[in-house]
């Protein structure tokens, strides 16, 4: 099954960006948007993240939270932006408040330094801009991150080793559950995470083609990376109702035809809903019975 657009009441999910550190005319960098009554939650920021938003008719303004899932470039590239243009662009403070694994703190204050050039620039000539970005930040590794409105979000530690920490999330509103599983193999802190989940957005690989490829630098992804069958392992382990292929290395083209081998191979392991994530696609839960 290819990627769908369907919208609904329930929590939802749109891919922002559904590619990887490599760079791709089709496929933005890794973040994802998670609809929920207590505002638009967005995990990860990968380059082109507000230009995505923007195509699915959200501003930076309206973003409740960033939460990221772990500190690799990929995705974090457009933290700058985020900073930037939520401090730049309002009428009034407005913090955006950051969620992430230990170091997040860290990476943020070393993106402001950096901003601080911009940041002097535009104090400078706007009379009406008198304060700074503000940007709290709150590390976590595991248990309930946030709860309001209904929504409540719970992270858990994952294994994207050497890159340490990372974790997951696992958002929940209404008796339904998303799952952001982030860059990671298969571990008991992400089956915790999806017990049950209705969407699990997770990152995969293609060991078969990047076998063929051979370069040393992609062979090396493969050892901190689930792939295809071990992310539709992990969902059928835990009886997720729709499983969401991200992140695709080599990524296929947006076609059901260069689609349909991932969806194969996921299919061979997990008998739920399978879509391939392209950018904009917009995931609802499927009813369940009972």
């Not at 899932?69 to 309002?90: F, P």
């Not at 017990?195 to 083609?209: F, G, M, S």
């Not at 990376?225 to 997720?240: F, I, K, L, P, W």
Request: charged share 20%; net charge negative; proline share 8%.
């Amino acid at each position: 099954m290819a990627a769908f657009d369907v919208r609904g009441p329930a929590v939802h999910v749109t891919i922002l960006g559904s590619g990887s550190p490599l760079p791709d005319p089709n496929r933005a960098g890794p973040a994802t948007l998670v609809h929920t009554s207590a505002g638009a939650l967005l995990f990860d920021c990968g380059r082109g993240v507000l230009m995505r938003a923007g195509a699915a008719g959200i501003g930076v303004g309206a973003l409740r939270g960033l939460w990221l899932t772990h500190l690799h470039s990929d995705h974090v590239t457009d933290l700058n932006d985020l900073i930037t243009m939520r401090w730049a662009m309002a009428m009034a403070p407005q913090p955006l408040p950051i969620t992430g694994p230990v170091g997040t703190a860290d990476l943020v204050r070393r993106t402001e330094a950096m901003l601080e050039t911009d940041i002097g620039y535009r104090l400078a000539h706007h009379e009406d801009l008198t304060w700074r970005p503000d940007d709290p930040v709150t590390e976590v590794t595991d248990g309930v991150v946030f709860d309001d409105a209904g929504v409540r979000i719970l992270a858990a530690p994952t294994d994207h080793a050497p890159v340490h920490p990372t974790v997951g999330y696992r958002i929940e509103e209404g008796g339904r559950a998303v799952v952001i599983a982030g860059d990671t193999v298969p571990c008991s802190g992400l089956d915790a995470l999806c017990r049950d989940a209705d969407v699990l957005v997770h990152t995969v690989v293609r060991p078969d083609l990047i076998e063929l490829i051979g370069l040393p630098r992609l062979l090396d992804v493969l050892d901190y990376h689930s792939s295809v069958q071990q992310a539709a392992e992990t969902a059928q382990r835990n009886g997720v109702a729709t499983l969401v292929l991200t992140h695709l290395v080599p990524a296929p083209a947006p076609t059901e035809a260069d689609e349909q081998p991932w969806v194969d191979q996921a299919a061979a392991a997990f008998d739920g809903t399978i879509v391939v994530a392209r950018d904009l696609a917009t995931v609802t839960p499927d009813e369940r019975d009972g």
